[in-house]
């Protein structure tokens, strides 16, 4: 069974990080190392984060001089010191049986990369519905036009190495180019469990919204390849300033 690096990238989340160290910290399966990639937060996000050193031995906390959701990734997965790779939001709770059955399926299965779909658990009936009907279509397109949820993604170095990690010049879906330019080499599939995920972006754009807003990316990168040059303006991390 391979040891696994987690890389969980951070922006001004001291109010977060330590929900899902804690919830790391108390994983059945314990064959892992924790790398914070901080994209020089203002809050004490980092400060929160080295308080978790003596409940997760193995963590290194990395701060960046430049902000970016690709480029924390890649650096992350360039301080790997495992194999597998698991990327990860912030704001992702996980329960405490999470990692030992996402490695049992990863190896079962045997899948370099791979996707979780989004849990709703204790979630108003609304946001059920909606997390149902996004999961509905991550698993219909993983057949022909893989897509993910960059806050939790299943990876390998070797897989990351060769197709040169994620593409820090897409600004909207770069997990989803990430998972679609592996599935061109590796089988990707999602794996049949979930993580939860903080709704306060659905919360702050409105679900209608939000919904739309990747629709739209994703039938527009479908029909004309992905997208570099802005061509669809969306503004990240402003959910942080609530």
Aim: proline share 2%; net charge neutral.
């Amino acid at each position: 069974m391979k040891s696994l690096s987690v890389v969980v990238i951070t922006l001004n989340e001291e109010k977060r990080i330590a929900r899902l160290l804690s919830d790391l910290s108390c994983q059945t399966y314990q064959d892992f190392e924790v790398i914070v990639v901080d994209s020089n937060s203002d809050d004490r996000t980092r400060e929160v984060a080295e308080k978790y050193h003596a409940a997760l031995p193995s963590l290194t906390v990395h701060q960046m001089s430049d902000r970016g959701v690709s480029l924390g990734r890649n650096t992350g997965a360039n301080l790997a010191k495992n194999e597998r790779l698991l990327f990860l939001d912030a704001d992702v709770r996980l329960d405490k049986d999470f990692l030992q059955k996402a490695i049992d399926k990863l190896e079962e299965e045997k899948l370099e990369v791979a996707g979780v779909y989004m849990g709703s658990r204790k979630l108003a009936p609304a946001y059920k519905a909606g997390y149902g009907l996004f999961n509905a279509g991550l698993f219909a397109t993983q057949f022909f036009f893989p897509t993910a949820v960059g806050a939790c993604i299943f990876s390998t170095k070797r897989v990351h190495q060769e197709i040169g990690g994620f593409d820090e010049e897409i600004v909207l879906c770069e997990d989803c180019h990430y998972v679609k330019k592996a599935a061109q080499t590796w089988r990707f599939r999602f794996l049949p469990m979930s993580f939860q995920f903080d709704p306060r972006r659905l919360e702050q754009d409105g679900f209608f919204k939000m919904g739309f807003t990747y629709l739209k990316a994703n039938i527009r990168r479908f029909m004309f390849g992905e997208m570099r040059n802005n061509e669809m303006e969306y503004k990240f991390g402003h959910y942080q300033q609530q």
